[in-house]
């Protein structure tokens, strides 16, 4: 017994002395580490270099010596040491490749090898791996980009030159005349609608009145008991002085008014109906003209016909049928020029006002609204315009009507039927265009009517007359117009909803490649951004906490740089990505609501236009993450860094798209960035106690760590990363379904806003 304590008293003296002696700071002690015995490794732990440590020989085993100053400092920047005496182990260097432990290789040309690396990782192709490598450069990246914008240069290009290639109407069309052009039109508009009697309208003693809690005018009356019909085979013009409620008419007939609107009085479509039951069978033109302005005349119209006509049509009969439209209003030959705004050059008010006309009446319509479409228009082409809606509504058997404004002589013979109102929405006519007339000289004989416009003349007489007028028309026979009988209304089918999310998706790339400018800001922005935000982590790779004992040899850690980075770069995109998602369906909702009136399917079109999206977020985010992935050289790959940054895109987009949806066009821009920030910064970085766990963001971060600790784990502890900041490494499976399911409930609440948002809008 006392044989043994002295044999393990001497052993250990033998230890303290060896450690005393072994330690690079002078009559320093080290500290004797357990012994470790791995197969393959030697006496420390795989990752690890330990080229003097030998188990039969216990006065080599490992020892952990003090730092000298110069350590102290080097440890102090998160930087490793050299081995601080002669058996201390150290952790297999970067550019090196430590297979047995005892061995320290330089990490060969073509792989790279970063801390603790027991065998090379080979690079991929077309990355800068020259000898004693420690991360892969993927410059090949840069080849990638070359190519991806060579391609998308072309398919601009082709964009380009369709839009800008003149599409000549067939041979026939062109030789004819407008009024030819316009038979053919009434020609295809009986034809779409079949065999089904014509549509009329009817109402009796319509009354419109705003509710009592009206802010500007409560109780106020709009209209005031109107009655009248507006036949097949006519055209009824709605005329009176501002403020006698022709629009306020147009509105309820066409059961667009707003909702706090009370409406009394009978309405009937084919006796029986209201328009909202045949959405796509209606063609309304507004007073503002709704036009995508980045589409040529051609493209609005063909978009049209393709969505609303007859679903078995062939295509080249929406092609003639929208060649004779154009033929018929006088705009063939604008047909390749772009509608053009406020910013961008394009067609005139007349020719953008006969485009919305045309929009219209290239969709067959069985009944056709216009609000004041001569406004902007020279007296011939107003003429011309109502001679060809004279044509269609003869020649098709579909009702039109339509609000003039003082109308010149010469439009006021060619209309058939009036409706004519005093201020305050009460009605002084409903009859014969040439009865009118006839109907005041009988009640106001001093007038002279041989000079002038004889709608001027009536028009004069309700204004300064208004109410005796509205009171002499009560009182006749002709005041109380009956409804007509009940009819069968015509029935389509339109273009089935994959048929319109593909054409609205290739509407909306047109119009991403006609905005250029918009989209390479948009990357220009981006690239910036990461560019300045990344250089605060430039060659600054994860150094975590050694593995067991070894810890006492660790430097500072520095594990939050990929959390800072992820959040920086969530600013970027929020400032990048943020107006441009807002601009997918805010500053078109005006046409989204147009159209959903007119039968468009509200989902076709939000998957249309959000899928296109797709191409920016791939485009910028491909252009971001090659400068931010050369800038940083993480220990992932390429492919793995655009994968994680393209999932934290579509996220960001998505909430754009949504805030688009909700909030004004005015300010969802700036909003969104807003909103983008403040995501940003709830992925973990900034602590947040209990705030952050179920943030997009969150689990974006988790996953770029677990990436970035992947080759490395083996020689550092990673539960700090829980421990400090809350980030787990094990559940990829729960961070993707976050992303996917945020990314996804916001596009269902996008769409949920889009379709219950402003609803008097999309009728």
Not at 386 to 405: F, N, S, W, Y
Not at 489 to 511: E, I
Not at 687 to 714: C, K, M, N, W
Request: proline fraction near 7%; glycine fraction near 8%.
């Amino acid at each position: 017994m006392r044989f043994a304590s002295l044999t393990v008293l001497s052993a250990l003296a033998v230890l303290v002395s060896t450690a005393a002696g072994s330690c690079l700071v002078p009559n320093a002690s080290g500290l004797v580490l357990p012994p470790v015995n791995i197969s393959g490794h030697g006496m420390c732990p795989r990752g690890f270099y330990c080229p003097n440590s030998n188990i039969s020989d216990p006065a080599t085993w490992p020892v952990v010596c003090p730092p000298t100053d110069e350590c102290v400092l080097r440890r102090r920047d998160s930087e490793f040491c050299a081995a601080q005496g002669t058996y201390e182990p150290v952790v297999c260097p970067e550019g090196y490749y430590c297979a047995d432990g005892r061995t320290k290789l330089v990490c060969p040309k073509g792989s790279r090898c970063p801390f603790g690396t027991t065998d090379p990782f080979e690079c991929s192709a077309l990355s800068y791996c020259p000898e004693g490598s420690r991360q892969e450069r993927f410059v090949g990246v840069v080849l990638v980009i070359v190519l991806v914008d060579a391609a998308l240069a072309a398919a601009l290009f082709f964009i380009y030159r369709r839009g800008e290639a003149e599409s000549p109407l067939a041979d026939d069309i062109s030789k004819m005349t407008p009024e030819e052009a316009a038979s053919g039109v009434a020609a295809f508009v009986r034809e779409a609608l079949g065999d089904a009697a014509p549509v009329h309208v009817s109402f009796q003693n319509l009354r419109v009145t705003l509710p009592e809690n009206h802010k500007t005018s409560p109780g106020k009356s709009l209209l005031q008991g109107v009655s009248g019909n507006v036949r097949a085979g006519q055209v009824t013009a709605i005329m009176g002085p501002s403020g006698a409620g022709k629009t306020v008419l147009f509105t309820t007939l066409l059961g667009k008014q707003p909702p706090e609107w009370e409406v009394g009085g009978v309405l009937r479509v084919c006796g029986d109906l209201t328009f909202q039951d045949l959405p796509e069978l209606v063609g309304f033109v507004a007073q503002d003209d709704v036009l995508r302005p980045e589409l040529t005349v051609a493209e609005n119209i063909a978009y049209s016909c393709g969505i609303r006509l007859p679903a078995e049509w062939p295509n080249l009969k929406r092609e003639r049928l929208g060649q004779l439209t154009m033929r018929a209003l006088g705009i063939d030959h604008v047909r390749d020029v772009r509608i053009g705004d406020g910013e961008s050059r394009g067609v005139s008010g007349g020719q953008r006002k006969r485009c919305s006309v045309g929009v219209e009446l290239a969709a067959a319509p069985a009944a056709m609204f216009l609000d004041e479409p001569t406004t902007g228009l020279d007296a011939f082409t107003s003429l011309n315009l109502m001679r060809l809606l004279k044509t269609v509504a003869h020649e098709a058997r579909i009702p039109v009507a339509t609000v003039v404004h003082q109308p010149r002589v010469e439009i006021w013979d060619e209309l058939e039927t009036v409706l004519l109102l005093a201020p305050g929405g009460r009605t002084v006519y409903s009859g014969p265009r040439d009865g009118a007339q006839a109907y005041f000289q009988a009640l106001y004989p001093e007038t002279d009517w041989s000079e002038g416009n004889p709608c001027d003349v009536c028009m004069d007489l309700i204004a300064g007359r208004g109410a005796e007028l509205a009171d002499a028309w009560a009182r006749q026979e002709e005041g109380s117009s009956p409804l007509l009988a009940v009819t069968a209304p015509p029935v389509r089918t339109l273009a089935n909803p994959f048929k319109q999310a593909a054409m609205a998706h290739a509407r909306a790339v047109v119009s991403v490649a006609r905005n250029i400018h918009i989209l390479l800001l948009d990357v220009a922005l981006c690239m910036v951004g990461g560019v300045l935000l990344t250089a605060s982590a430039i060659d600054s790779p994860f150094v975590g906490q050694l593995i067991g004992p070894y810890v006492v040899t660790s430097p500072r850690t520095d594990i939050q740089h990929v959390s800072m980075l992820v959040m920086l770069w969530g600013i970027a995109m929020a400032a990048a990505l943020g107006p441009a998602g807002v601009r997918v369906l805010g500053p078109t909702r005006a046409v989204y609501w147009r159209e959903t009136a007119a039968g468009h399917s509200r989902l076709a079109y939000y998957i249309g236009a959000s899928t296109a999206e797709a191409y920016r977020i791939v485009i910028t985010m491909l252009h971001f993450a090659a400068v931010t992935y050369l800038m940083w050289a993480p220990n992932m790959s390429f492919g793995s860094m655009y994968g994680l940054l393209l999932l934290l895109a579509f996220v960001v987009d998505s909430q754009s798209v949504t805030l688009g949806t909700v909030v004004d066009p005015f300010i969802a821009p700036l909003l969104a960035v807003v909103v983008g920030v403040f995501t940003a910064l709830l992925n973990g970085f900034p602590q947040i106690p209990g705030a952050s766990q179920f943030v997009y963001s969150f689990s974006v971060t988790e996953l770029f760590y677990a990436r970035e600790v992947a080759d490395v784990e083996h020689v550092f502890r990673t539960d700090s990363l829980e421990d400090i900041w809350g980030y787990k490494l094990d559940r990829p499976g729960y961070n993707f379904g976050i992303i996917f399911g945020e990314a996804a409930l916001l596009r269902v609440l996008g769409f949920v806003f889009l379709v219950a948002l402003h609803r008097d809008k999309q009728r």
